[in-house]
């Protein structure tokens, strides 16, 4: 069109490209503008999304797949999915003012917390997580969530064991 706005199954479109229907891409991968892949397929309804997703508000909820030990979170941390093929270890941070309120929950995505537990540690000692030094998941698809309610003071608000 002379716009240079493409239309596929409409006569009016109302972006560069308007799709009246539904997409199917043929290749793996929708890039970013640098050709990096931002959403991959894989060909068996699974999907990847590279970074983060952001909803609107401009909220952030980021789920991370721990694999390796020590796991040190940080403040991007929301939710951690801990691969329990070993034994994990969780370091929480130390305890900042802007940490109050902040919420985060950790949960054995493999299933095996029976036999490979998943150890929670406070930051620099000066903190505790209900009254104790660090908080163990031992219970197979166990998860905590844990707030961060004090200076000094991570509490668990939930937990299945």
Do not use: M
């Not at 890039?31 to 952030?60: C, K, V």
């Not at 403040?75 to 329990?84: G, I, P, Q, R």
């Not at 036999?115 to 000066?126: E, F, M, P």
């Not at 997580?129 to 004090?150: E, F, Q």
């Amino acid at each position: 069109k002379e716009s240079g706005k493409i239309g596929i199954g409409t006569t009016s479109p109302s972006h560069l490209l308007d799709i009246d229907g539904d997409i199917r891409i043929r290749g793996n991968d929708i890039r970013d503008n640098s050709g990096n892949p931002a959403i991959s397929f894989d060909g068996s309804s699974n999907t990847t999304i590279a970074g983060n997703l952001s909803t609107s508000g401009g909220y952030i909820a980021q789920l991370d797949v721990v694999s390796s030990s020590p796991f040190a979170v940080t403040a991007a941390h929301h939710y951690l999915a801990v691969d329990t093929s070993a034994a994990r270890t969780i370091n929480l941070p130390a305890i900042s003012s802007g940490d109050i309120g902040r919420i985060l929950t950790i949960f054995d995505a493999a299933g095996n917390a029976n036999n490979q537990n998943i150890t929670i540690n406070v930051g620099d000692g000066g903190e505790d997580i209900s009254g104790g030094g660090n908080y163990v998941i031992n219970t197979p698809g166990g998860v905590v969530t844990i707030i961060c309610a004090a200076a000094d003071a991570w509490v668990i608000i939930n937990k299945i064991t």
